[in-house]
């Protein structure tokens, strides 16, 4: 009987099918290019095709990545005015942006004050401040929660019984004890000594972890080893904090449970999770008030058009630092913007940083103030409209298409990549029908920070391994 040889390529296959089942990460369908948003050139299409049939015989074989839905957590929480909800999103900007100038060291004089913005950090305002959320189930037999995602926290964290100062939430507080895969790290763990802040709770000899955020607030507990339920995609020993005592966290929406951190740092979900996915993840964020689309984020290698471009990205702080070298409006270089506002200087001070968790964009005062008076040179033939202590250039329109209005186009120029801005991403809606204002404001900081409302639309894309950023406009789906 002759003897049948097997190639390892059919040995791999046949290893992939069988393993599937045993493995507890499953594979997710690829983004498709966006058909509504066509290239000029007639070319795009046969290369987006091309380049669509390579992805999906790779996502057969080896690629594996995560699909999720964001909710924004203000669609949690029902009840309060567009006004109100406006307030609400400025307040956390503030928050957020006092938030990362601490952990850049620039707490103190510099911090972001203007008018009613000059930072109560007191009240409903939950100092993390991230702005998007997604589902996850903790245990062994999921208890599901809403958790932030958060690309400025370095530690994953649930609040867990038993609580001494917990906040109150809706959904079922997670108890570690009912768990079979939760287990605390020791105090000499390696772990344990990496996280910035840990110590060790002599009396069960285990790690102890905490997080101190802006206006004396704090998560604190054990820090320990979990399975996490994504969509029905289960990920084994992620570390994260089991809170016990929490102080001034999220008093304005009992809907959120935690954080998952997508920092650079090494106890983040998305540095645990890098083996399996390439140490990538992508995002495309919406207009929750405009826009029919759902925002999305994918952990994992995503499909993205030939025309992405891509800056380096630099770790400070374990935030996504890049080199933002000026701007343009309509088509023309805004001449007071000088590439040393946006440097990191000699004591650290500075430099610009892409955050998921603001709404606007903060530009150190001079660079802000170039850039607004070559915005209002270039629509003043519009109809302007009286600013207020947030926004100090707005409009009155008489259309709620904001994707219409006649304004210039700004480009913001980073290094070996420039990004164009539309409407979409310039304008942003205030108060009375009709009002809108310039979504950037000016900061005392010599940090800058890139916020949500000029990512809208645009697929971003975190490469780690190759310490990248890209902005895809094609892919948001």
């Given at each position: 009987?002759?003897?049948?040889?097997?190639?390892?390529?059919?040995?791999?296959?046949?290893?992939?099918?069988?393993?599937?089942?045993?493995?507890?990460?499953?594979?997710?369908?690829?983004?498709?290019?966006?058909?509504?948003?066509?290239?000029?050139?007639?070319?795009?299409?046969?290369?987006?095709?091309?380049?669509?049939?390579?992805?999906?015989?790779?996502?057969?074989?080896?690629?594996?990545?995560?699909?999720?839905?964001?909710?924004?957590?203000?669609?949690?929480?029902?009840?309060?005015?567009?006004?109100?909800?406006?307030?609400?999103?400025?307040?956390?900007?503030?928050?957020?942006?006092?938030?990362?100038?601490a952990?850049?060291?620039?707490?103190?004089?510099?911090?972001?004050r203007?008018?009613?913005?000059?930072?109560?950090?007191?009240?409903?305002?939950?100092?993390?401040n991230?702005?998007?959320?997604?589902?996850?189930?903790?245990?062994?037999?999921p208890?599901?929660?809403?958790?932030?995602?958060?690309?400025?926290?370095?530690?994953?964290?649930?609040?867990?019984?038993?609580?001494?100062?917990?906040?109150g939430?809706?959904?079922?507080?997670?108890?570690?004890?009912?768990?079979?895969?939760f287990?605390?790290f020791?105090?000499?763990s390696?772990?344990?000594?990496?996280?910035?802040?840990?110590k060790?709770?002599?009396?069960?000899?285990?790690?102890?972890?905490?997080?101190?955020?802006?206006g004396?607030?704090y998560?604190?507990?054990?820090?320990?080893?979990?399975?996490?339920t994504?969509?029905?995609?289960?990920?084994?020993?992620?570390?994260?904090?089991?809170?016990?005592?929490?102080?001034?966290?999220?008093?304005?929406?009992?809907?959120?449970?935690?954080?998952?951190?997508?920092?650079?740092?090494?106890?983040?979900?998305?540095?645990?999770i890098?083996?399996?996915?390439?140490y990538?993840?992508?995002?495309?964020?919406?207009?929750?008030?405009?826009?029919?689309?759902?925002?999305?984020?994918?952990?994992?290698?995503?499909?993205?058009?030939?025309?992405?471009?891509?800056?380096?990205?630099?770790?400070?702080?374990?935030?996504?630092?890049?080199?933002?070298?000026?701007?343009?409006?309509?088509?023309?270089?805004?001449?007071?913007?000088?590439?040393?506002?946006?440097?990191?200087?000699?004591?650290?001070r500075?430099g610009?940083?892409?955050?998921?968790?603001?709404t606007?964009?903060?530009?150190?005062?001079?660079?802000?103030?170039?850039?607004?008076?070559?915005?209002?040179?270039?629509?003043?033939?519009?109809?302007?409209?009286?600013?207020?202590?947030?926004?100090?250039?707005?409009?009155?329109?008489?259309?709620?298409?904001?994707?219409?209005f006649?304004?210039?186009?700004?480009?913001?120029?980073f290094?070996?990549?420039?990004?164009?801005l539309?409407?979409?991403?310039l304008?942003?809606?205030?108060?009375?029908?009709?009002?809108?204002?310039?979504?950037?404001?000016?900061t005392?900081?010599?940090?800058?920070?890139?916020?949500?409302?000029q990512?809208?639309?645009?697929?971003?894309?975190?490469d780690?391994?190759?310490?990248?950023?890209?902005?895809?406009?094609?892919?948001?789906?």
């Amino acid at each position: 009987m002759e003897k049948t040889n097997f190639s390892p390529f059919l040995f791999s296959f046949l290893f992939l099918i069988f393993s599937s089942e045993l493995q507890t990460f499953v594979l997710s369908s690829l983004p498709k290019p966006n058909s509504i948003s066509p290239s000029p050139n007639n070319s795009w299409t046969a290369q987006a095709q091309a380049q669509a049939q390579n992805m999906s015989k790779l996502q057969n074989s080896t690629v594996l990545n995560l699909v999720l839905r964001l909710e924004h957590v203000d669609a949690l929480a029902s009840g309060l005015s567009s006004e109100e909800l406006l307030s609400l999103q400025l307040k956390r900007d503030a928050a957020r942006a006092n938030y990362i100038f601490a952990r850049a060291g620039e707490l103190g004089s510099n911090l972001y004050r203007r008018g009613n913005l000059s930072l109560q950090l007191t009240g409903s305002v939950m100092p993390v401040n991230s702005i998007y959320s997604i589902r996850i189930g903790i245990g062994t037999s999921p208890r599901y929660m809403n958790v932030l995602l958060d690309t400025g926290s370095n530690v994953n964290w649930v609040q867990c019984l038993p609580c001494q100062k917990c906040y109150g939430q809706i959904d079922q507080i997670f108890d570690p004890t009912q768990s079979s895969s939760f287990w605390p790290f020791t105090c000499r763990s390696k772990v344990c000594r990496r996280l910035p802040e840990s110590k060790c709770i002599r009396r069960t000899k285990t790690c102890g972890y905490q997080v101190t955020y802006v206006g004396g607030s704090y998560s604190n507990g054990e820090y320990g080893s979990e399975t996490m339920t994504f969509e029905g995609v289960r990920f084994q020993n992620v570390a994260f904090g089991c809170a016990h005592d929490d102080v001034n966290l999220f008093r304005a929406n009992h809907y959120i449970a935690g954080i998952l951190g997508l920092s650079w740092s090494k106890s983040s979900f998305i540095s645990q999770i890098r083996d399996r996915f390439g140490y990538k993840f992508s995002y495309c964020l919406t207009d929750r008030f405009n826009s029919s689309q759902s925002s999305s984020i994918v952990f994992g290698p995503t499909w993205v058009s030939p025309g992405t471009v891509y800056t380096p990205l630099i770790n400070k702080d374990n935030l996504y630092h890049m080199k933002l070298e000026g701007f343009s409006v309509g088509g023309v270089r805004v001449p007071g913007i000088k590439r040393k506002h946006f440097k990191i200087d000699f004591w650290g001070r500075g430099g610009v940083v892409i955050d998921s968790g603001s709404t606007i964009t903060f530009l150190t005062q001079p660079a802000y103030i170039a850039l607004r008076d070559a915005f209002r040179a270039a629509t003043s033939s519009l109809k302007s409209s009286p600013g207020d202590s947030h926004f100090d250039t707005c409009y009155q329109f008489t259309s709620e298409n904001v994707s219409q209005f006649p304004v210039p186009t700004v480009v913001m120029h980073f290094k070996d990549a420039d990004v164009s801005l539309r409407a979409n991403n310039l304008m942003t809606a205030v108060g009375d029908f009709g009002r809108y204002c310039f979504a950037f404001t000016g900061t005392k900081s010599k940090m800058s920070i890139i916020g949500n409302i000029q990512q809208q639309g645009i697929r971003v894309v975190y490469d780690l391994e190759q310490e990248k950023i890209g902005f895809d406009p094609r892919t948001c789906v």
